[in-house]
């Protein structure tokens, strides 16, 4: 079946290091989410993309689509503490459903 | 508040015992979701609802899971005879149609223990 494969699993960084997660899927994508996860809670909508090549800007993330719509990335600029927590990509199947990746857990060491 | 109602938030069983979970979504929302995350994965579908229509549902649902949306409102998440393996944090999620139908907005979610 369709699966959504995140690297790296978890990340280590000192703040003001960058990040950047990868998404990659088995098959192609009509759209992709991002979603974040601070630890005890539960998944937030960050971003949606649609275009392939799409890239969007929400202050120190940038987040990318693909040109074939199979793969995704987010980068964060200068890490800081408050973005501790699990990052999820997420996309749609042929039917009504969203599958998840595993996520990657982000360390931020102030 | 007019984001996603779970209840109860924490939930611990014996063996052997049923338990239910409801949701509330957005009242706006026609779509709704389950979702069940262990630790250190990401959510795992559960079943989808399109108003009241429960459209499509994982083969990780056994029989002992079933899901209601009566009148497209509220919905529950029963499992009977609960076993060691159920103990997760089931999330629910809602979403409008159309072009936002594949953003989620995610309750706090219950979280089950089974002993």
């Known amino acids: 079946g369709q699966q959504v494969m995140q690297i790296p699993q978890y990340q280590h960084v000192q703040e003001g290091e960058d990040f950047t997660t990868y998404c990659n899927s088995s098959t192609t994508l009509s759209n992709i989410q991002w979603y974040k996860q601070r630890p005890g809670g539960h998944p937030v909508f960050l971003i949606q993309l649609v275009k392939s090549g799409e890239v969007k800007k929400q202050k120190r993330l940038t987040f990318q689509f693909g040109e074939a719509k199979k793969n995704s990335s987010l980068h964060i600029t200068a890490t800081q503490t408050t973005d501790v927590g699990t990052y999820f990509c997420?996309?749609?199947?042929?039917?009504?459903?969203?599958?998840f990746g595993a996520g990657t857990r982000l360390f931020v060491k102030a | 508040d007019t984001g996603v109602s779970q209840d109860p938030r924490h939930k611990i069983t014996k063996r052997g015992q049923n338990v239910t979970f409801r949701c509330d979504p957005i009242s706006e929302h026609n779509r709704l979701y389950w979702y069940r995350q262990t630790l250190g994965q990401g959510p795992e579908f559960l079943t989808y609802f399109q108003n009241e229509a429960q459209l499509e549902k994982s083969r990780l649902l056994s029989d002992r899971f079933s899901a209601e949306r009566p009148k497209g409102s509220f919905s529950t998440l029963e499992i009977q005879r609960t076993e060691q393996g159920d103990s997760a944090m089931y999330l629910c999620?809602?979403?409008?149609?159309?072009?936002?139908?594949?953003?989620?907005?995610f309750g706090a979610g219950s979280r089950l223990t089974v002993l």
């Open positions: 997420a996309g749609p199947t042929g039917g009504f459903k969203t599958i």
């Open positions: 999620a809602s979403s409008v149609g159309g072009s936002g139908a594949n953003v989620l907005t």
